[in-house]
Structure formats: structure tokens, C-alpha cells
């Protein structure tokens, strides 16, 4: 019977036991197409919404919206369901064990992606609204590059910690090289947070930098109108 419950599911490595593992009950076109429609149409709604807006910060908002909401959607439900949604037939576990081809440390409760996963949902989430709506309240604007920098910064050291992890265990985890669950479930679609919070990293800290030196040239140009009033 041990046999049995060790290899009925489809993750690697073998001797995974999931005992409690039920197939999805909807098809992958099915999965993928809800979520990618969602996405799909949240970009088009915030593009509206965002009207009259530099395109720069049009793109930041959809970024940052959609980064939100898919941290504390999806990575909250992985926060609170990991020790069962491999049992579970929602559609946020059926997305959850599609997910686990790529990387089967998502369909239990993996120590290390459940402690990443609870800190990326319950606070990078919300933090990326709060930097999304920094860029479009005008209330907020002085916060909208300390906002971005910072949450690129947990994003970045998130993915980073997600990949060398992986890489340090010997790819375990799923079939290296497979087209679908290697290069786009693992790879593609967790890359994409490495390449533009680190892009995002860059822009904030220019612009902080323009500000501080804008500053202290203030600064020091106030201080050398009271130094030659004194003189007179």
C-alpha cells in the first residue's frame, strides 16, 4: 500500500508521498486560460483606468497592480492551503498542483516556500498596491520611488532565494528541460521577477538619487547665501 500512495501522482522526485493527492478535475487549457484571461484583462482595465498618465507610469501601475494581486491571491492561498491543497479540487489548489510539474515542493508543505510564499503574500502584496497607488495619487507621489524600491528589493531576494534554492537541491523538483513544466512553469514565469524588479530596483534608486542631489545642491546653495549675508 506504501508503494501505491508514493507513486500515484505525477511529481518528481518519485519518493514523494502525497497521500492525500487528487487529480484536477479541469482540463490545463482550462487552468491557464482563466488565469492568463484574468490577467489578461486586468492589464486592459488599469491601461483605462490609468488614461492621461505617462506611459512609464502606466506600466509601473499594471505592473505593480497585477504583482499585488496575484501575491496575495494566489500566494495567500498557498499560504494558508499548503498542507492540503494537493487534496483540494479549487481552483487556486488545481492551479497550485498544474504548478507543482514545475516545481513539486508546491504541492506540500515545503518548509522554506511556505516561509518565502507567507512573506511574499502578506507583504509584498500589499506593499505593491501601496507603491501602485503611489504612482497614481498625487497625495502619494512622494512616496512612489521608496515605495518601488523596496518592494522590488523583497521581490528580487525572493525570487533569487526561490531559484538558488532549487539549484542547490540538484533540480529535483520537476523533469529537467521539459518545454512546459521546467522552462516556462519554473523558469519563464519566475524570471520575470528577477528581470523587472531588478530593472524597477535601478529606476527608483536613480530617481532617488536625482532628489537627494537636488538636496544637498539646495542645501548647500542656502548655505552659501547665509554665509555671505553674515559677511555683509
Not at 518548509?111 to 497607488?133: F, H, K, N, R
Not at 539549484?167 to 518545454?179: A, D, I
Request: net charge positive; hydrophobic share 45%; with cysteine.
Amino acid at each position: 500500500m506504501e508503494g501505491v500512495n508514493v507513486t500515484k501522482h505525477p511529481y518528481l522526485p518519485r519518493d514523494l508521498k502525497l497521500p492525500h493527492y487528487k487529480p484536477n478535475i479541469n482540463s490545463l487549457g482550462h487552468i491557464l486560460g482563466v488565469f492568463f484571461g484574468f490577467v489578461a484583462v486586468l492589464q486592459v482595465v488599469l491601461w483605462i483606468i490609468t488614461r492621461g498618465k505617462s506611459i512609464g507610469v502606466r506600466v509601473k501601475i499594471c505592473w505593480f497592480v497585477t504583482s499585488g494581486l496575484i501575491h496575495l491571491i494566489l500566494e495567500g492561498y498557498y499560504s494558508l492551503y499548503n498542507s492540503t491543497l494537493a487534496g483540494e479540487d479549487t481552483y487556486l489548489a488545481q492551479m497550485w498542483k498544474e504548478y507543482g510539474n514545475g516545481d513539486s515542493r508546491y504541492v506540500h508543505d515545503d518548509t522554506c516556500m511556505v516561509a518565502m510564499e507567507s512573506i511574499t503574500a502578506w507583504v509584498d502584496g500589499p506593499l505593491c498596491l501601496l507603491t501602485a497607488a503611489s504612482f497614481y495619487f498625487p497625495a502619494m507621489y512622494g512616496f512612489r520611488h521608496v515605495f518601488q524600491l523596496a518592494v522590488s528589493i523583497c521581490q528580487l531576494y525572493g525570487d533569487t532565494l526561490y531559484f538558488s534554492t532549487e539549484w542547490l537541491e540538484g533540480f529535483k523538483h520537476s523533469e529537467m528541460w521539459h518545454p512546459l513544466h521546467f522552462w516556462f512553469y519554473f523558469f519563464f514565469l519566475n524570471i520575470i521577477w528577477i528581470i523587472v524588479p531588478s530593472i524597477n530596483i535601478l529606476d527608483a534608486a536613480r530617481n532617488l538619487w536625482r532628489a537627494q542631489y537636488k538636496a544637498d545642491d539646495g542645501l548647500e546653495v542656502k548655505s552659501r547665501k547665509i554665509v555671505s549675508k553674515k559677511r555683509r
